[in-house]
Structures are given as structure tokens and as C-alpha cells.
């Protein structure tokens, strides 16, 4: 089982940025995929961002729109989400969790992190 640890969250004006990292203990991502997912207050978890651990292969959400970047370090097997023109509606907890198939189901996501607090807010 891998451990996964998220941090880089905080409070942001709105138009801000972070970078949201993931990083892995007990063993390296593999072969598997590692998705974001987010989860705004009152509401259901959803889908952000993923990537192939082997190729880097990305896919993102639709409300997205080319504010985030998911990127990964292999060296440092490590996962980064890159968060740009941040709007309050992105205030979320953020997870980073693993997947065999990289798709958009959170059932398709194995291991979990705890979570990192992204507040948009002026």
C-alpha cells in the first residue's frame, strides 16, 4: 500500500496561484495513474486532473479550462497540480489519489492522502 502526503494548500486571492504537490511513501507510483480530485464545502467530491505515471498521458475536467497543470517528478515521485487564476468557486479540499485506469470515477481510486485546504478568497 502507498502512503500519499498532499500539501501546498492555503488561502489565495482570487486571480492567485499555488502549487498543489503529492508525494508517495511504501512504494513509487508505478505503474499507476494519479488523479486530483476535489471536494468544496457542502458538495461532492469531483474530478480535476490525472496523469500516467508511465508517459505522463493527461486528462483534465471540463471546468478546468486551462487554469491547471498536473505534472509529475519521477525522481522525486512526486505529483504536482499547478493552480492558476484561481476563482473563489475553486475553494476545495484537494486529494490526490491513485488509480490502475485513470479515469474519472472516484471507485476507480485506491489510495488516498489526507487532503490540503485551498481557500480562494479576497
Known amino acids: 500500500q502507498v502512503q500519499l502526503v498532499e500539501s501546498g494548500g492555503g488561502l489565495v486571492q482570487p486571480g492567485g496561484s499555488l502549487r498543489l504537490s503529492c508525494t508517495a511513501s511504501?512504494?513509487?507510483?508505478?505503474?499507476?495513474?494519479v488523479g486530483w480530485w476535489r471536494q468544496p464545502p457542502g458538495l461532492e467530491r469531483e474530478f480535476v486532473a490525472v496523469?500516467?505515471?508511465?508517459?505522463?498521458?493527461?486528462r483534465y475536467a471540463g471546468f478546468v479550462q486551462d487554469r491547471f497543470t498536473i505534472s509529475r517528478d519521477t525522481a522525486k515521485n512526486t505529483v504536482y497540480l499547478q493552480l492558476n487564476s484561481l476563482k473563489p468557486e475553486d475553494t476545495a479540499v484537494y486529494y490526490c489519489a491513485t488509480s490502475p485506469s485513470g479515469g474519472f470515477y472516484t471507485y476507480e481510486y485506491r489510495d488516498w492522502g489526507q487532503g490540503t485546504q485551498v481557500t480562494v478568497s479576497s
Open positions: 496523469i500516467s505515471w508511465v508517459g505522463g498521458t493527461t
Open positions: 511504501g512504494r513509487t507510483f508505478s505503474a499507476y495513474s
